[in-house]
């Protein structure tokens, strides 16, 4: 059972390399069914005055993803920004700069996942008061699939969809890159990592990409 938070000497000792494995190690024993388990009371206690989380995952808002439970981690050791279909703007992009850049964070995790319910609207292009702007933003993904797929570009086509939740992913990283010179340079300089994964509503992996 894990009673002993995050430390600035714990973290400060942290690779991104080994901050990527420890979620995907938590991530199995979500999957196995045998969770570490944590001492919510002293975790609580040692946090109040202060935070040192190891990474910031960047995920869909979907109740079916809860991140903190799929990848096994407690109170103080992630970061977590949630917005429907994981894509960045200049909210989330001061979120993870805060994370990596002020708090010591290590790693970027954009956390896509199975049969996303904003993919398949922006599949559809669905549009309904502030949803229609909120589904720009998975725009991009979805044309880009539309040139890699075959049959039709619809959330009717699974196939589709899934390569645009992908895409999805990986172009909002190249945009995370893009659009802030800080994580850019702390990536270059090894100071953290970007990654991408998919979580499988069926299995409860994380898939990396």
Do not use: W
Not at 27 to 46: C, H, M, S, T, Y
Request: one cysteine or more; glycine letters at 8%; proline letters at 3%.
């Amino acid at each position: 059972m894990k009673n002993l938070a995050i430390t600035k000497d714990v973290q400060s000792a942290l690779t991104p390399s080994s901050v990527l494995q420890d979620l995907l190690d938590g991530n199995k024993r979500f999957i196995d069914g045998n969770p570490e388990g944590a001492d919510n009371a002293a975790l609580v206690n040692q946090t109040t005055s202060g935070q040192y989380p190891k990474a910031v995952i960047l995920s869909c808002i979907d109740s079916r993803v809860p991140v903190e439970t799929v990848l096994d981690q407690a109170i103080g050791d992630i970061f977590v920004a949630r917005v429907a279909g994981n894509f960045e703007n200049v909210d989330i992009l001061g979120s993870l700069e805060y994370s990596c850049n002020v708090a010591g964070s290590k790693l970027i995790l954009v956390l896509g996942h199975e049969s996303c319910g904003a993919v398949k609207a922006a599949c559809d292009g669905v549009e309904l008061g502030n949803i229609t702007a909120m589904l720009d933003n998975i725009m991009p993904a979805v044309r880009k699939s539309a040139n890699e797929v075959d049959g039709e570009a619809n959330s009717g086509n699974s196939e589709f969809v899934a390569k645009t939740v992908e895409n999805n992913v990986k172009l909002t990283i190249e945009r995370i890159r893009e659009k802030s010179p800080i994580l850019a340079e702390m990536e270059t300089n090894g100071e953290i990592k970007i990654v991408g994964g998919v979580y499988s509503l069926k299995t409860g992996k994380v898939e990396m990409l």
